[in-house]
């Protein structure tokens, strides 16, 4: 910018700086009278001499008015859910075709066992694997892969380094998945929501969740679902026996059906391991 625009600016602003209003032809003001002293002149303010005149103008001002601020008005109240809501919502939540991952815990007469299973609702493919602890070392490997009407089932035996495996006829029927933990189970499980009660929304490790809870005589069944998506997060069931209780707990995550996550489900019998000869049975296997 040169000086005698500066000038012209300087002169604009005194005349305007008492209640620190601009006026509205302040800025054409200043530019018609430069435009007038330069005239003839090969440099022109151009856009970035713009700019400068609207940076000084709003600099000796105090800088960019602020707008006021906007009442965005009452917000709308969070909605009240009900079991059956709730219920219903999770039940159509599990209407994919990922691919199910479970992590459980098992106690029973004092004894905690660990495993993972991986249960692909396409195919009806399952993978259980137990482990040593959580995060530890597996102990047992078992597949069960269905081709057409037949089951194929798999199992390693990381102790002594040994596996079996085993053809048998579907005859029409379904695998079993993870106990308590198929889609179809937790289905089954919601659709009996009546008697659930809804507790949250609660914190789950960090994650919004709800969670719902039903007691009865010799136990209580609690599923969380997440808050937003409505997939199952958890279920821990919980039975009354002499000798103790028997509570089982079950994390789930929920991946697409793609390559790296159908990965688990096939079978790896690791090199060295010997196969066992199956035992004699009596009658149709």
């Given amino acids: 910018m040169n000086i005698s625009l500066e000038d012209e600016l300087a002169a604009g602003m ?10 509205p032809d302040l800025l054409d003001r200043a530019a018609r009278r430069n435009r007038r002293r330069t005239a003839g002149r090969a440099v022109g303010t151009g856009v970035f001499g713009l700019a400068a005149v609207v940076a000084v103008a709003m600099t000796a001002l105090g800088g960019m008015p602020v707008a006021p601020a906007v009442d965005p008005g009452p917000r ?13 919502r999770a039940v159509a939540a599990l209407a994919g075709d990922d691919v199910q991952h479970i992590v459980s ?5 004092g004894t905690t066992e660990h495993g993972e299973w991986w249960f692909d609702q396409t195919t009806g493919d399952s993978r259980i694997t137990h482990l040593s602890a959580p995060g530890g070392a597996a102990t047992m490997d078992l597949w069960q892969l269905v081709r057409g009407d037949t089951l194929t089932m798999t199992q390693v035996f990381h102790q002594d380094r040994s596996f079996l495996r085993l053809d048998r006829a579907l005859n029409g029927e379904r695998p079993a998945g993870p106990a308590g933990g198929t889609p179809e189970e937790l289905r089954a499980a919601l659709r009996r929501g009546d008697g659930y009660t809804l507790v949250g929304p609660v914190d789950l490790d960090g994650r919004a969740v709800l969670h719902l809870r039903l007691e009865f005589e010799d136990g209580s069944d609690e599923l969380w679902v997440d808050a937003e998506t409505y997939r199952a997060v958890r279920r821990e069931t919980v039975k009354h026996t002499p000798d103790g209780d028997a509570r089982n707990r079950m994390d789930f995550a929920w991946q697409p059906r793609t390559a790296e996550s159908l990965k688990p489900l096939a079978v790896t019998i690791p090199s060295g391991y010997t196969q066992r000869e199956l035992p004699p049975v009596d009658g149709p296997v």
């Fill in 76 to 88: 709308p109240a969070p909605e009240l859910l009900t079991v059956g809501m709730v219920s219903e």
């Fill in 14 to 23: 005194r005349e305007h700086t008492a209640d620190l209003r601009p006026s």
């Fill in 105 to 109: 815990t098992t106690t029973y007469r």
